[in-house]
């Protein structure tokens, strides 16, 4: 198995010269199990190494056996030599080019389909000071390309993404809602809300201008019109011992035909547990390229179905296998759209019956930390939600913080302070609407921020995912050294929502249990007295000269760190930009740092 940080596949390293053979062992060793060497001076590479033969002949083999290649040498001299290797672009693998110095990963062929742009970017994270250079447009511009959305796409892709990105106005025709990522301004859609009911449009527009469709319908895309298939059905089989594959797949495909949807929106094929090895059921999922999946009898016994059956119920205990599988297979409420039918081969029994079944689509709302500000402590992860979305809402200073990371079109929701609730139930409605929504919160959204009340109003109808971040208390305590060594608690001060009793009562139990404590929201023009109070309180249990941080703007302009001492400490340097950390009895300042000790044996006996 790969490493966990390696790109998929088997990635082929070509190298020809002493500096390449570095750079070369360095990815080796990154990610182990994932690549194969080729080329000159291969000693002590990893398996396929030759030692011998010429670039021309590695560059050749390794385009022959692996799914993408990193090339240690110029793109001039990479594209001479692959040039007579080319096919098409499905099948070619991706290639990377990186220079003698290790500055530069250039995406050189198969940006998207070949998957070069994503491994230009993890070569240059696994070498130091390299930076991934990608050409591909769509990925250039902040408009996404079809291909990339995870989704099956047919038609005309090139023309309608050279449309979208050279503003060509581009007509949106959603027969289902599908979260997808804020498209460009010039793709417009004609009405707001997706259609469920088939209203006879096509996607084909009437003076021939550029479409972007959304269906699941077998649709015959005309040259101005590209076909994004949403993952909206499954198909429910049933068969008797020793049904042929050919039986089984011919029904299914016939089953789709004739009720006009498209195999590529299939997502997966469902059946009973007793089916699980019924050689026909799992070649045809193999043809139809989608998992199978299994229920037990008891399961699918459970789902009301139109047409329940004894042959089933005898066989397997249940008395619907295909309807009751398509119809668990996407979820509540789900809808019937093919009821079961039989196989019909020339002149015997039918051993094989299907059903397709269509899931109620789902809007997204992703629940994104931001860091407490610096770039470089947001994670990727949230950087991909951000682009990922197609509507954003949060408070206006925490949008600033993001803003030039959204693509071009991208909603943008923005409140001031205190909006909370009505942020919250915006950002379920877009979700609800079947939109992709971004709700963003500074360090972790989850904490004294926008997911709990967001998750309050939250239905099961939508998908929600939650991206952690770097917390305030995080930042602030690696900027203060380990003052959360040993067991810790934070503390809001703001009496907005909570009553003071009950804070007063956390902020005793954390100093009678010695907790180290961090106080967020810890003083304010209007709120002065709370910070002098709950340190008193502390104080009742720990000495004086207790490590204290006071921490201001963490990772963001105007960033102050300040080591004091629980008796020492100046309310008067602490804002609402500010948290607070006071170190536990065992808590010491070592060269300017608060450093808690974790009180293990080891640390103690030394
Ligand atoms: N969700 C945030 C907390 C929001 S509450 C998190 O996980 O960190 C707002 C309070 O957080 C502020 O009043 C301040 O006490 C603290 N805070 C947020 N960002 C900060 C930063 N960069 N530096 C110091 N304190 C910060």
Redesign the pocket.
Known sequence: MNAPNAPAGLIGLVCATAAGRRARDRLAAAWPGAVRVYGTGGEGGTDGADGAGTVREAITRAFAECDRLVCFLATGATVRLIAPLLADKADDPGVVCVDEAQQYAVALLGGHAGGANDLAHAVAEALPGCRPVVTTATDATGVPGLDTLGLPVEGSVAAVSRAMLDGEPVRLVRHHVLPLPALPPNVTEATDNATESNDGDDGEGAAGEYTLLVSDRAVAPGDRTAVLRPPTLAVGVGASRGAPAEEVAALVGQALADAGLSPLSVTELATVEAKAGEEGIVETARRLGVPLRTYPADELAAVPVPHPSDAPLAAVGTPSVAEAAALLACGEGAELVVPKRKSAPEGRAAMATCAVARRRPRGRLAVV?LG??ARDLLTPRARDELRRASVVVGLDQYVDQIRDLLRPGTRVLESGLGAEEERARTAVAEARAGRAVALI?????G???MASPALAEASADIDVVGVP?V???L??AALLGAPLGHDHVSI?LSDLHTPWEVIERRVRAAAESDLVVTF???RSRGRDWQLPKALALLAEHRAPHTPAGV??????PGERTTVTTLGELDPAAVD????VTVGNTATRAVAGRMVTPRGYRWQESR
């Open positions: 930390g407490p500000g919160g500074s360090g972790d959204a904490v004294y921020a971040g917390t305030a208390a930042a602030a809001s967020y929201n810890p921490v201001r703007n963490a990772s963001r609402m930009m500010t948290v």
